[in-house]
Structures are given as structure tokens and as C-alpha cells.
């Protein structure tokens, strides 16, 4: 079983960037689609983005699409979220997720918070 550990949440201003990255241990990240989710203040999760085993395919919600770039380095055993413009409505606890395919996602990492101040 992968564990996967996020990093890289803060503090950022409406416009600027941020990049999170969930690094993986214990199995190879690359038998594994990884996804993107958060969890907004007395919201329910919802999807961000995922990729691929390869990293050939991605997806994303409409709500960050052509603001947040999906990435991994299987070399490197991790995923990474590069979010740029960011919003005060991003403003979330992001979670790093890994599934056989897209859409089954059981393993979980603990979460970074990701504050956007207008």
C-alpha cells in the first residue's frame, strides 16, 4: 500500500501561485492514477485534477481549468499541483489521492492547507 504525504500549502495573495506536491512511499506511484481534491470550510470534498499512470491523460475541474497544471515524476515517486491565479474561493484543505483508475481513489494523504487572501 502507497502513503502519500502532501506539502507545500500557505499563505497566498489573490493572483499569485502556489505548488503542492504529494510525495509517495511504501509502492511505486506509477501503479497508481493520482488525483487532486479539496475541502473548502463547510463545503464537501470536491475533485480538482488528476493524472494518468503515465501521465499521459488529465483531467480537471472546470472551476481550475487553465489555472492548475496536473504533473508527476514517477522517477521521483511524486505528484505535484502547480496552481497559478489562485482565488480566494481556492482557499482549501488540498489532498493528494491515489487509485487503480480514475475515479476509484482509497488511499489518502493527510492534507495541506491552501489559504488565498483577497
Known amino acids: 500500500q502507497v502513503q502519500l504525504v502532501e506539502s507545500g500549502g500557505g499563505l497566498a495573495a489573490a493572483g499569485g501561485s502556489l505548488r503542492l506536491s504529494c510525495a509517495a512511499s511504501?509502492?511505486?506511484?506509477?501503479?497508481?492514477?493520482v488525483g487532486w481534491f479539496r475541502r473548502a470550510p463547510g463545503k464537501s470534498r470536491e475533485f480538482v485534477a488528476s493524472?494518468?499512470?503515465?501521465?499521459?491523460?488529465?483531467w480537471y475541474a472546470d472551476s481550475v481549468k487553465d489555472r492548475f497544471t496536473i504533473s508527476r515524476d514517477n522517477a521521483k515517486n511524486s505528484g505535484y499541483l502547480q496552481m497559478r491565479n489562485l482565488r480566494p474561493e481556492d482557499t482549501a484543505v488540498y489532498y493528494c489521492?491515489?487509485?487503480?483508475?480514475?475515479?476509484?481513489?482509497?488511499?489518502w494523504g493527510q492534507g495541506t492547507q491552501v489559504t488565498v487572501s483577497s
Open positions: 489521492a491515489a487509485g487503480p483508475e480514475f475515479d476509484v481513489f482509497g488511499i
Open positions: 511504501g509502492r511505486a506511484l506509477s501503479d497508481y492514477v
Open positions: 493524472i494518468s499512470q503515465t501521465g499521459n491523460h488529465t
